[in-house]
């Protein structure tokens, strides 16, 4: 009864290339949250969605693109794959937006060669 | 938003020690959590103290925020091997539930 998984678990590609995490909740929660953990281990906050509205954008390049179908999916999209995107990724979940505990999954090592 | 920073970076202490990891943020806040993360593993919450408590427990681990000093401390009475992990504050403000993570305390405890 994983509460928040993330699929793939580990993603090894080519520069140029587009691929997608998906991460799903079934804690019945409104929120969900993407972030990029770097090699320092520096965790840095990507997304937010709430009940399906974007409501957190930090300075991310735009050939990231979240996408909500429902508030217990919550997928990251990543287009033309550079070096730098190399990062295990992170999605979260809360009960609601505003401060309450964040339940993280397990996290999508991703590898850019 | 603003991002807490965990003093010391690392720490390594024999089993049945107890370990303290401190934090520091800048400005007011609503409440501050704190979190574990294992080697190659999410991250778990530990414990979300609000700005009107000053301390607060959860089996060894004890907690204290201090707002006039804009800090707070997080202590593991008795270490396991177990507790072997990084740990990581957050700061909370606002009603995004944006939480900023420093780069956390690495904790190892040797058997």
């Known amino acids: 009864d994983t509460a928040v998984s993330q699929t793939p678990k580990y993603l090894v590609t080519q520069m140029g290339n587009d691929k997608s995490i998906k991460c799903e909740q079934n804690?019945?929660?409104?929120?969900m949250y993407w972030y990029k953990q770097d090699s320092k281990k520096f965790l840095k906050i990507m997304f937010s969605?709430?009940?399906?509205?974007?409501?957190i954008n930090e300075t991310v390049p735009n050939r990231f693109s979240p996408k909500s179908p429902d508030k217990a999916h919550l997928n990251l999209h990543i287009n033309s794959l550079e070096l730098g995107d190399s990062a295990v990724y992170f999605c979260?979940?809360?009960?609601?937006?505003?401060?309450?505990?964040?339940?993280f999954g397990p996290g999508t090592r991703l590898l850019v060669l | 938003s603003q991002q807490g920073e965990e003093d010391p970076q690392a720490l390594s202490i024999q089993e049945g020690e107890n370990a303290t990891m401190n934090c520091s943020y800048k400005?007011?806040?609503?409440?501050l959590q704190w979190y574990r993360q294992n080697s190659g593993r999410g991250l778990v919450h530990l414990i979300l103290?609000?700005?009107?408590?000053r301390e607060k427990h959860s089996g060894r681990l004890r907690v204290t925020l201090d707002t006039s000093k804009k800090s707070s401390s997080l202590l593991i009475t008795a270490s396991r091997a177990a507790d072997t992990a990084s740990y990581f504050c957050?700061?909370?403000?606002?009603?995004?539930?944006?939480?900023?993570f420093g780069q956390g305390t690495t904790l190892q405890v040797k058997p």
């Open positions: 969605y709430n009940n399906k509205e974007l409501i």
């Open positions: 957050a700061p909370g403000s606002g009603n995004t539930g944006k939480l900023i």
């Open positions: 400005t007011s806040i609503n409440n």
């Open positions: 979260a979940s809360s009960r609601r937006r505003d401060q309450e505990t964040q339940y």
């Open positions: 103290i609000r700005s009107n408590e």
């Open positions: 804690l019945g929660h409104d929120t």
